[in-house]
């Protein structure tokens, strides 16, 4: 009997190890959290003076590329063609990633070069004009022609930012001069894609028909909350402007706590500003999810 009594405790207990085990942390084998895509970095710092002269102007690129390069759920090749694209632009679309960076390097220091060479006709035709009117001031602001040619330089890399559930967000940050502080300019961009469906995740697809005054209203608390304020004037006294008519701007990324919308400089902020980075966690906006989502899934763990 006391044999008999110690097995029937022992299944009992494996049973319920094996409960415990199957419902634990991750969540149920339907929905499991690692999405175990391997990742790989291509990275590549390149300048190039004009003419092969190291004391003339030069263009100035760094790319760091991270791109998958195994995924047993989405197709490899969609994931990679998608990240080629939306990292390269559509032209470099049917590029494999080492030759999309190289092609890429390549056009970029190609058209630095012709824009050189565009500056430098200009500058001999203004000058073969000046020649042509007596009494000029050469040494006038507005006569005056300048044969040195801006160096330009570029900043070009992609992060993951969230990989679990059968979600991958990630952004792309890219940063360029064209010679003088004016022309500096910052900008991201931000991609989630549904692992399920190899296909980019957006708002239509999370958002219940309607969603877009009631979103409004809480990126505009978001705002207020993240700079310290109480109200739109305050915020547009801070640099921020057409608050009153801000949107979803579709460019957002995804984790397991909320949504993040980026508004690049200029959108509704100005160029001194940060881009705001607009937190909204899924509590607030539970309601206006769509039910039997990927993205409703995730804000119910």
């Keep these: 009997m006391e044999v008999a009594i110690r097995k029937l405790v022992f299944s009992l207990l494996l049973l319920a190890t094996t409960v415990m085990v199957s419902c634990s942390g991750s ?24 003419d092969d002269d190291s004391t003339k102007p030069y263009c100035d690129i760094k790319v760091d590329f991270i791109y998958p390069v195994s995924s047993p759920k989405a197709n490899l090749d ?3 063609h998608f990240f080629v694209r939306n990292m390269f632009g559509p032209s470099f679309d049917h590029l494999e990633p080492s030759a999309a960076v190289d092609a890429y390097v390549n056009n970029y220091i190609e058209n630095y070069s012709h824009d050189a060479n565009t500056y430098s006709e200009t500058v001999s035709d ?8 007596p009494g000029i001031d050469i040494d006038d602001s507005e006569n005056n022609t300048d ?23 990630f952004q792309i940050k890219q940063s360029n001069s064209k010679g003088e502080a004016a022309t500096y300019y ?13 296909n980019q995740i957006t708002e239509n697809e999370i958002f219940n028909a ?13 705002l207020l909350e993240q700079n310290g304020v109480k109200s739109i004037d305050e915020l547009e006294d801070l640099g921020f402007f057409g608050i009153n008519e801000i949107v979803p701007n579709t460019n957002f990324l995804l984790n397991d706590k909320g949504i ?17 980075q607009v937190f909204i966690p899924f509590s607030a906006i539970r309601l206006l999810l769509r039910d039997n ?4 899934k995730l804000a119910d763990l």
Excluded: W
């Design 78 to 80: 969609t994931l990679q």
């Design 210 to 222: 309607g969603y877009e005054k009631a979103l409004q209203s809480l990126i505009v608390t978001s």
């Design 260 to 276: 993040i919308y980026t508004y690049n400089k200029g959108e509704y902020s100005a160029y001194q500003l940060k881009a705001p």
């Design 27 to 50: 969540g149920s084998s339907k929905f499991r959290a690692e999405n175990d895509i391997g990742f790989d970095t291509i990275s590549v710092n390149k300048r190039q003076h004009l």
């Design 293 to 296: 989502t990927i993205v409703s």
């Design 186 to 198: 910052i900008s991201y961009s931000n991609y989630v894609i549904n692992l399920n469906t190899g």
């Design 126 to 133: 203004m000058e073969e004009l000046n020649a042509l009117i």
């Design 147 to 169: 044969n040195l040619f801006y160096s330009y330089f570029e900043r070009l890399s992609d992060s993951i930012t969230y990989n679990q559930y059968g979600i991958l967000s």
